[in-house]
């Protein structure tokens, strides 16, 4: 089988027929593909509201897709091919259980030379998926779209030291992140630890761009700053999808006003990434409970997109954007 997306009925709507991710063929392989996208459908560490596990079905139904990137003049699947690659072994009562299938699906995807995109399920999966990468390739880059910094905003229990908003102090604590390439980018959670969670990522090399000073220096300039601090490293794109305001994304956990839209998300990853060494990504919170317009899922699956179109325009020899890129 052909490992690009599936041609729908001749003059049918692009809704129709089964979901998968971006009408690609359903298939668990890694033979001839460049990527594959799998749902991680776990939510049992949200810390209040519950229903990402929804949320890569969500992704997959979404009515968006592009296929053309106007932005660089480029078909897609002329340059990459993938599959969608199933759901990853999850099991919402047992969260250590599927911290490590996550981490050896990580593991074994990257490691075979392609690139994991994976679609939340709640953030907390960014741990074992960063835990996988460093199993595979070692440690890696991250840059982290979010409206928190999920570097453990207050003192964890004892008995319950995970959650959403801790991957990356466990990541950090694991030593799976290149610390000093690594930006988090959006935040604006205003509970009064966050100053506490700024300080634990900058405290092991971080870089933190709290949405106020996005919001200030403009994309562009963010972007700049992004590209020279990740250099030649790895870099995993991970975005939570309340980096959007809520206007564009209402359908996820904990929604923060005073964001970003969906078009400033794929400028600043057109800017940021264009030209690097990306080796994974995921899409995590899009909770369709919170959302009756499908829009959330619409943008998750509209910033999946544009990260394809970087991939695709790897392959195709363009590493500029503009004025950026080298
Ligand atoms: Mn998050």
Same mark, same amino acid.
Request: aromatic share 10%; charged share 25%; proline share 6%.
């Given at each position: 089988?052909?490992?690009?997306?599936?041609?729908?009925?001749?003059?049918?709507?692009?809704?129709?027929?089964?979901?998968?991710?971006?009408?690609?063929?359903?298939?668990?392989?890694?033979?001839?593909?460049?990527?594959?996208?799998?749902?991680?459908?776990?939510?049992?560490?949200?810390?209040?509201?519950?229903?990402?596990?929804?949320?890569?079905?969500?992704?997959?139904?979404?009515?968006?897709?592009?296929?053309?990137?106007?932005?660089?003049?480029?078909?897609?699947?002329?340059?990459?091919?993938?599959?969608?690659?199933?759901?990853?072994?999850?099991?919402?009562?047992?969260? &250590?259980?599927?911290?490590?299938? !996550? #981490? $050896? =699906?990580? @593991?074994? +995807?990257?490691?075979?030379?392609?690139?994991?995109?994976?679609?939340?399920?709640?953030?907390?999966?960014?741990?074992?998926?960063?835990?996988?990468?460093?199993?595979?390739?070692?440690?890696?880059?991250?840059?982290?779209?979010?409206?928190?910094?999920?570097?453990?905003?207050?003192?964890?229990?004892?008995?319950?030291?995970?959650?959403?908003?801790?991957?990356?102090?466990?990541?950090?604590?694991?030593?799976?992140?290149?610390?000093?390439?690594?930006?988090?980018?959006?935040?604006?959670?205003?509970?009064?630890?966050?100053?506490?969670?700024?300080?634990?990522?900058?405290?092991?090399?971080?870089?933190?761009?709290?949405?106020? &000073?996005?919001?200030?220096?403009? !994309? #562009? $300039? =963010?972007? @700049?700053? +992004?590209?020279?601090?990740?250099?030649?490293?790895?870099?995993?794109?991970?975005?939570?999808?309340?980096?959007?305001?809520?206007?564009?994304?209402?359908?996820?956990?904990?929604?923060?006003?005073?964001?970003?839209?969906?078009?400033?998300?794929?400028?600043?990853?057109?800017?940021?990434?264009?030209?690097?060494?990306?080796?994974?990504?995921?899409?995590?919170?899009?909770?369709?409970?919170?959302?009756?317009?499908?829009?959330?899922?619409?943008?998750?699956?509209?910033?999946?997109?544009?990260?394809?179109?970087?991939?695709?325009?790897?392959?195709?020899?363009?590493?500029?954007?503009?004025?950026?890129?080298?």
């Amino acid at each position: 089988m052909e490992h690009k997306p599936m041609l729908r009925v001749k003059r049918s709507p692009a809704c129709t027929g089964f979901s998968t991710f971006f009408n690609l063929p359903y298939e668990k392989t890694l033979e001839d593909v460049d990527f594959v996208i799998t749902g991680v459908p776990f939510d049992t560490h949200v810390t209040y509201r519950p229903g990402t596990r929804l949320g890569p079905d969500a992704v997959r139904d979404a009515y968006a897709f592009q296929g053309y990137s106007d932005a660089f003049g480029i078909t897609l699947f002329d340059y990459i091919k993938g599959v969608d690659y199933g759901d990853l072994n999850v099991i919402n009562v047992n969260p &250590e259980a599927t911290h490590d299938h !996550i #981490k $050896e =699906a990580i @593991a074994e +995807i990257a490691g075979a030379g392609v690139i994991p995109i994976c679609v939340g399920g709640d953030h907390s999966i960014a741990y074992p998926e960063l835990c996988g990468y460093k199993e595979a390739i070692g440690k890696v880059a991250i840059l982290h779209f979010d409206s928190h910094s999920d570097t453990g905003y207050h003192e964890m229990p004892e008995d319950a030291p995970h959650d959403h908003g801790t991957p990356f102090k466990d990541a950090i604590l694991d030593d799976c992140i290149l610390t000093e390439s690594s930006v988090q980018i959006g935040m604006r959670g205003l509970t009064p630890p966050m100053a506490q969670d700024y300080k634990f990522a900058t405290e092991h090399g971080m870089t933190v761009i709290p949405a106020a &000073e996005l919001h200030e220096i403009g !994309i #562009k $300039e =963010a972007a @700049a700053r +992004i590209r020279k601090i990740i250099g030649d490293a790895p870099v995993f794109l991970t975005f939570d999808i309340d980096f959007l305001d809520p206007i564009y994304a209402p359908g996820t956990g904990t929604p923060e006003g005073c964001g970003f839209s969906t078009w400033d998300a794929i400028e600043l990853i057109r800017y940021s990434l264009i030209g690097k060494n990306i080796i994974g990504m995921d899409l995590v919170e899009v909770n369709p409970l919170y959302d009756t317009s499908e829009k959330t899922a619409q943008a998750g699956k509209r910033i999946i997109n544009e990260v394809l179109t970087l991939l695709a325009c790897k392959k195709a020899g363009i590493s500029k954007y503009e004025d950026f890129g080298e």
